[in-house]
């Protein structure tokens, strides 16, 4: 059904779209061209069989220093009538891994609105983040949001390779 | 006067220094001012007009800025410094031809000064005059060879010129720089590690590019300890693997890629081939969907696996995968099964297939609340999944009826679930009712207001049905709530998909201004886009993202190629020839006021006043601009429709000459402009694409009226063309 693959320069006017179909925090394009230029092995796309665009996560590294290897995802949406698939899990773990691998990040963080139970309990429950606090006012419309945090060195190690080939 | 800098007194040379470094850190006014005191005492100074043209045209006095800039170069015209000025502005306006130009004279007088030719390169690779770009990359090097990026900036030029060994041999040269152990670039960068993992990654690419396979994989196995991009490396691996037809160790790179992402098409497919298998060959089903099988219990959970042997199964084998997906997805709860399944209806026995096995499922559900495999009653969820899929599926074939009727079941079920109302309104578009769409679509989104996804369809269907004023309400429900401007708003965030339905939607209802000014919106966005790569031209370099820089051009080189550019293009062409043709008939069209009692909105829905319009912009720099031009007016009034359509159409030749609507489209342009040749090579490019296409025949028509109703066409160039037409 869907396929999961990293992100290319070539999917993200799909990516804004995607993004502003299904949320209220938007982004320029420069922002997605930013993330793949910094960050190329982050962002994830899902692709349905007719080769579109139905999900997508933008992540990058935490670019403030003290918290440099800290992950971080910038957006992650799923066309609604895309559910039940386990997409958003699918792209997130495959950023996260490539949080650790490429850039060594010990943990990764996001912020979601506190009413979206829904991404709530993807997040919490599905994906074992926790809640690091509450950043009063944190979206354009006076929103509060959770700052949620996961480690990421319990999940990930660095595997041998074989390199006898 | 023509004196340089350095002939001016010390204290002008100072603050002429200073002016120089107020440009870097942008404060402008200072900058200014700074200019002004020299000039005061050397009122003519070439230098120093130039630079002060370069402050104004950052604080929005273009044509000043222009005029002072000029003028400097005319008094010293051998000035690099008023060259390179001229040069920057022109940059600043997205005119980098005239930049490219301007830089190149630059140089003449200052070969080697790092920052014009580091600029230049930017600008050549922006033109996209690659051998150029080479040529100016190499000076860099000359003077600089132990900075990465400016190296790194060369082997990428080479690569552009299709020069992967050019390319592969300035990193070999210079990679020691980044690899050496006790390469000063490591002390204080925390990013070294990924920066060398990008470079051997890199270079590896170069390899493979160049052919040479066996090297690519030694190299491989001898960069891996400092590669940080396992995906990348082990993509590459399986890859090169492969290329060298060593099968069996492809094979295994290949599963272990799939065992880090069971849900990729790519992988899977690989993991095909190095078992000498193609999905695609009907002599290999037997034998992929045995492996797929294999795949499938070891990765029971990937979705991909799942679908995969739909796509190329048939009689048996289909029927049995469908009947394990189609439970699954059932019993789950899938939305979008239908939706995955559609792409199969293209071979028809494979969708009577499908509507047999759903209609199987619903009358057994319906007998025995159980499917084959029950071991107890199925929830009722599924039954309403099942009677969903049927909706569709009656969609499908024309059966509107049908399925509104079944739509109607599930509904009444489950009057709750979003997806229902979302699918009816769009078998009522099938239908034809996009009033009744509309209309469902809309009572989906209010049961669910928190949704964007829903309310963008909502948006959409309502543009649809022409209620343009409804749709802008409905989707400022999502813009931001400290955005100064709402539809601005939604204009600055590159909103696309509504531009372009809002400019459909005012060309059916006949106001040919609004319309257009919303798709040169459309096409503004595209040319950000396309614009917006100018900065990574030197970023990526030193960031080592090289691999995804070459990725960024060639995505940029087909940016207006994008579904949404050519519709909006394409439509743009048609309201300018429309515009043309109404007022070369005598009743030109007129622009549509603005409905005065209709106000900018404001998050509470309260219009703001009027004069609101007038104070914004003023005093602040680059804030949004306000709706200066509310009908398209200044579209309308333009002096030639005809050389705005050009515009549109010339971009349409180069990026979609392939599709024969550009041809047509063009045709329209150069008939009325009376540009017969380019008429007759609109004709040509269709006939080379669509020998058959309807409309050549109108097209040839057309043209040969039009010759022999020109007088004013010299009679030898008519004879050409139209001997040209005869072929």
Not at chain 1, 25 to 34: C, P, Q, S, T, V
Not at chain 2, 104 to 114: G, I
Not at chain 2, 329 to 349: C, E, V
């Amino acid at each position: 059904m869907i396929t999961i693959r990293q992100a290319r320069a070539n999917d993200e006017i799909a990516m804004q779209n995607c993004n502003l179909t299904n949320l209220p925090e938007n982004y320029h394009m420069k922002y997605y061209l930013y993330h793949l230029a910094t960050w190329p092995e982050l962002s994830f796309v899902a692709e349905n069989e007719q080769s579109r665009v139905v999900g997508y996560v933008l992540a990058k590294m935490n670019e403030d220093t003290a918290e440099s290897l800290d992950g971080h995802i910038t957006s992650l949406s799923v066309m609604r009538s895309y559910r039940r698939l386990g997409i958003a899990e699918r792209l997130m773990n495959q950023a996260q891994r490539a949080m650790f691998e490429v850039f060594g990040a010990k943990r990764v963080s996001l912020h979601v609105r506190v009413s979206n139970i829904a991404a709530f309990s993807l997040y919490r429950n599905t994906l074992s983040f926790d809640i690091d606090h509450t950043e009063a006012k944190y979206y354009a419309d006076g929103e509060d949001a959770y700052s949620m945090k996961k480690d990421l060195t319990t999940l990930y190690s660095l595997e041998k390779e074989n390199l006898d080939f | 006067m023509s004196l340089t800098v350095s002939e001016l007194p010390h204290k002008e040379q100072a603050l002429f220094r200073a002016a120089l470094k107020l440009y870097e850190v942008k404060q402008f006014k200072k900058g200014l001012k700074t200019c002004d005191q020299i000039l005061k005492k050397f009122s003519d100074h070439g230098e120093t007009l130039a630079v002060k043209g370069m402050f104004l045209a950052h604080l929005e006095r273009r044509e000043d800025a222009y005029e002072l800039i000029k003028r400097g170069i005319e008094i010293s015209p051998k000035s690099s410094i008023s060259w390179h000025v001229y040069g920057i502005v022109c940059r600043f306006d997205e005119n980098y031809e005239e930049a490219a130009r301007c830089y190149e004279e630059a140089l003449k007088a200052d070969s080697e000064n790092p920052t014009i030719l580091r600029e230049l390169g930017q600008l050549y690779t922006q033109l996209r005059q690659y051998q150029k770009l080479v040529e100016t990359r190499s000076r860099i090097v000359k003077l600089d060879s132990k900075t990465p990026h400016f190296w790194l900036g060369l082997a990428v030029a080479h690569q552009l010129t299709g020069r992967n060994d050019l390319a592969l041999k300035v990193v070999s040269t210079h990679e020691y720089i980044v690899l050496d152990e006790t390469s000063p670039l490591k002390a204080n960068n925390p990013n070294y590690k990924i920066e060398v993992s990008e470079l051997l990654m890199y270079k590896n690419w170069l390899m493979e590019l160049n052919g040479n396979y066996q090297l690519a994989v030694d190299n491989l196995k001898e960069i891996r300890p400092r590669v940080t991009d396992v995906t990348a490396w082990k993509e590459q691996k399986a890859k090169l693997l492969l290329k060298l037809d060593r099968k069996e160790a492809a094979a295994l790179a290949y599963q272990d890629l799939i065992k880090r992402n069971p849900d990729s098409n790519v992988y899977i497919c690989g993991y095909l081939s190095c078992n000498g298998l193609d999905i695609s060959r009907p002599d290999d089903k037997d034998a992929v969907l045995e492996i797929i099988r294999g795949l499938q219990q070891q990765f029971p959970t990937s979705n991909t696996l799942k679908f995969l042997p739909l796509t190329f199964c048939d009689g048996d084998d289909f029927a049995k995968e469908a009947d394990k997906l189609a439970k699954f997805s059932l019993r789950k709860g899938i939305p979008s099964l239908f939706t995955s399944m559609k792409t199969l209806y293209t071979d028809q026995t494979k969708g009577e297939a499908l509507g047999k096995l759903f209609e199987g499922y619903a009358s057994q559900l319906h007998d025995t609340k159980r499917l084959d495999d029950s071991t107890a009653d199925e929830p009722l969820s599924v039954s309403t999944w099942c009677t969903f899929y049927l909706a569709q599926h009656a969609d499908y074939y024309g059966n509107y009826e049908r399925a509104l009727q079944l739509m109607e079941t599930a509904i009444s079920v489950s009057p709750d679930t979003v997806d229902l109302y979302m699918v009816k309104a769009k078998i009522l578009k099938h239908a034809g009712d996009i009033r009744g769409a509309r209309d469902v679509m809309d009572f989906g989104r209010q049961k669910d207001l928190n949704d964007r996804f829903i309310n963008t369809r909502t948006v959409k269907y309502m543009l649809r049905n022409n209620e343009v004023d409804e749709a802008e309400k409905t989707i400022v429900l999502f813009v931001r709530d400290d955005a100064e401007h709402m539809i601005q708003e939604i204009v600055d965030t590159q909103t696309t998909w509504y531009m372009r339905e809002r400019g459909h939607a005012y060309r059916r209802l006949g106001d040919i201004g609004r319309a257009l000014k919303h798709f040169h919106q459309v096409a503004h966005a595209f040319a950000t886009y396309h614009n917006d790569q100018y900065d990574f031209h030197t970023y990526s370099m030193r960031k080592f993202t090289m691999r995804a820089y070459v990725d960024i051009l060639e995505w940029e080189d087909q940016v207006f190629t994008d579904p949404v550019y050519i519709d909006s293009a394409a439509a743009a062409i048609g309201c300018y020839v429309d515009l043309h043709d109404r007022k070369a008939a005598g009743s030109p069209f007129v622009p549509i006021s603005a409905d005065v009692s209709k106000k900018p909105l404001t998050r509470n829905g309260t219009a703001k006043t009027g004069q609101h319009n007038l104070s914004a912009g003023v005093g602040e720099a680059k804030q949004a601009a306000v709706d200066v031009d509310p009908n398209g007016s200044t579209f309308v009034k333009a002096e030639s429709h005809l050389e705005n359509a050009l515009k549109f159409v010339e971009t349409l030749e180069k990026s979609v000459g392939s599709q024969p609507e550009t041809h047509v489209s063009a045709f329209e342009v150069h008939l009325r402009m009376k540009k017969y040749f380019l008429a007759l090579k609109s004709i040509n490019s269709l006939r080379a694409i669509d020998d058959n296409h309807p409309s050549l025949v109108p097209m040839v028509v057309r043209i040969n009226a039009a010759l022999d109703a020109d007088d004013s066409f010299a009679a030898p160039m008519k004879a050409a063309l139209k001997g040209q037409l005869a072929k």
